[in-house]
Every structure is written in structure tokens, then in C-alpha cells.
């Protein structure tokens, strides 16, 4: 349990600071722990929670990057573009991660049922990483009505 209360504590402080390097160090760590590779396994909420951290860490950049912009300072977009889809990269894969092993561990639970609070956060924090992932979509690129 002293490996999931330094992930969790490492991802709070990721999520105050913007951190991305923090970020990415725990997510290493829960990767390496769901994989088997370290005597202790973190709990599937360590999950929910750096993706909530990842989705939180890219709205900070990307706010910053608006705010660069608007003041027309010079700085390297391509570079914070590029690790700014890590952060949601991260989001993706935590959360087919703990969806995973929620469906492989959770038995006959009817889809519509919520189990637990990490459940309902993760499907919250799922919606947002498509809402940031569908910005990027071209507006009117469907069909145009006769």
C-alpha cells in the first residue's frame, strides 16, 4: 500500500504543479506495477486518478499555450503541442487500463451499473479526454444538406 500512497501523493503534486515530468514518472510506476513487474500492485482507483491528473495537466498547457498566444510571445508550440498529446495519451491508456480490468474482474455487472465512485470518475474523465480529442475535428466537415 506505501507504493499506491507515493503514486497517489507524486500525482497530487502533478496536478498542483503542472508538472508533466511527475506525471509521467507515475505513470510509469502504475504501468510497471499493473504489469506485474514490482512486488506490489497499486489499486485500479491509482488508475482513474493519473488520468483525472493527465486530463487536468493538459488543460493547465493549454491554457498557458492560449495565453501565449494572445500575448504573442515567442515560444516552441510544436514542442508543447507534442507533449501535450502525451498528457492525453496517458489519459487513454489509464483508462482502458482500469476499464479492462474492471470488465475481467466485475463478473455479470449489467453495463448500465455503477459499482463504485472510480467507475463514475473514470466514465466522467472518459467523456472529457473524447471532448478534448474531438476539439481538433473540423466543424462542418459532414454532409451539407440539400
Known amino acids: 500500500m506505501a507504493l499506491q500512497s507515493s503514486i497517489i501523493r507524486s500525482l497530487n503534486d502533478a496536478a498542483e504543479s503542472g508538472d508533466q515530468g511527475i506525471l509521467k514518472t507515475s505513470f510509469h510506476a502504475i504501468n510497471m506495477s499493473s504489469s506485474g513487474q514490482t512486488a506490489h500492485r497499486v489499486g485500479l482507483e491509482a488508475l482513474v486518478i493519473c488520468a ?3 486530463l487536468k495537466v493538459w488543460r ?4 498557458l499555450i492560449t495565453r501565449i498566444i494572445v500575448r504573442q510571445l515567442p515560444c516552441n508550440l510544436v514542442c ?4 501535450q ?3 492525453l495519451e496517458i489519459a487513454k491508456k489509464c483508462l482502458e487500463m482500469y476499464m479492462l480490468e474492471v470488465r475481467q474482474y466485475s463478473g455479470n455487472v449489467a453495463p448500465v451499473e455503477v459499482c463504485d465512485q472510480y467507475l463514475c470518475r473514470a466514465y466522467i474523465a472518459l467523456g472529457q479526454l473524447v ?7 473540423k466543424v462542418g466537415s459532414g454532409p451539407v444538406p440539400p
Open 52 to 54: 483525472e491528473v493527465s
Open 85 to 87: 498529446m502525451t498528457n
Open 60 to 63: 493547465t498547457w493549454m491554457n
Open 80 to 83: 508543447m503541442r507534442h507533449a
Open 131 to 137: 471532448s478534448e480529442q474531438s476539439k481538433t475535428l
